[in-house]
């Protein structure tokens, strides 16, 4: 019994992200919700960079050599794909053109800059740039997720909604948001909290959804061992004291 008891006072461990007198959680504004913006390319973006010549014209007409006779097998529009690391200077290199800054632009003005400079090589050149590692992260109730963020407008449900939603052992009225040195506090239980909370999320925010705990079950799982061997201790005595 005292092991239980132990456990019963310990079972709130795990809990992770608690406000404290020096560090309390902060209430998120409706109005800083509803602002939508673009993200920007900052050092350590990975960016995925489709190249083609024509104008796009591959993309929307796949048999160009049946649109256009003058096409031939040879003469479809080019296409190279890349990957690349946004270095700590906000420069990317890349093949031909070499370096370039694009730190500080959006997905919509790289994709002009880096246009302009493939231009030199492929016939009216056709750029398409996308993020690869804007992502959150969702722990407690919601399990370790990592959730990619294809659009700069996810609002914290539709995060949640990736993530398969809230579990039945979660407080939805307990979801914190973890964005730098900051965080919010949403309840997300209310229809109001919800109006207050559902904010926009960032590339690196951490979402955790407190668990509901229950101590009594919890407190039986993790002495399971020990309640096994006073059990069998206690079938002991009952079988020495019945052959005597």
Do not use: W
């Amino acid at each position: 019994m005292a092991g239980l008891s132990a456990s019963c006072a310990s079972y709130r461990q795990n809990i992770m992200f608690k406000p404290t007198d020096t560090a309390p959680a902060e209430s998120y504004q409706q109005e800083a919700a509803t602002v939508s913006k673009d993200y920007v390319i900052q050092p350590s973006d990975v960016l995925e960079i489709d190249i083609f010549s024509n104008k796009g014209e591959r993309i929307i007409d796949p048999n160009p050599e049946l649109s256009n006779p003058a096409n031939t097998a040879t003469a479809q529009p080019n296409r190279r794909r890349f990957q690349y690391l946004v270095d700590s200077h906000g420069e990317v290199k890349l093949p031909m053109i070499g370096t370039i800054r694009l730190v500080g632009l959006t997905l919509r003005e790289a994709e002009q800059v880096v246009q302009k400079e493939f231009e030199t090589y492929f016939k009216e050149a056709y750029v398409v740039m996308n993020f690869v590692n804007k992502r959150i992260v969702l722990l407690g109730a919601v399990g370790g997720q990592v959730i990619p963020l294809a659009n700069p407008s996810t609002t914290l449900v539709e995060a949640l909604a990736m993530g398969k939603g809230l579990p039945n052992d979660a407080k939805a009225n307990n979801i914190r948001v973890i964005r730098g040195d900051r965080v919010y506090q949403v309840d997300l239980s209310t229809i109001d909290g919800y109006r207050k909370g559902n904010m926009v999320m960032e590339s690196g925010d951490i979402v955790y959804v407190e668990p509901i705990r229950r101590p009594f079950s919890e407190a039986g799982r993790d002495n399971t061992g020990v309640l096994g061997i006073l059990i069998g201790l206690a079938t002991l005595a009952v079988i020495i004291v019945s052959q005597q």
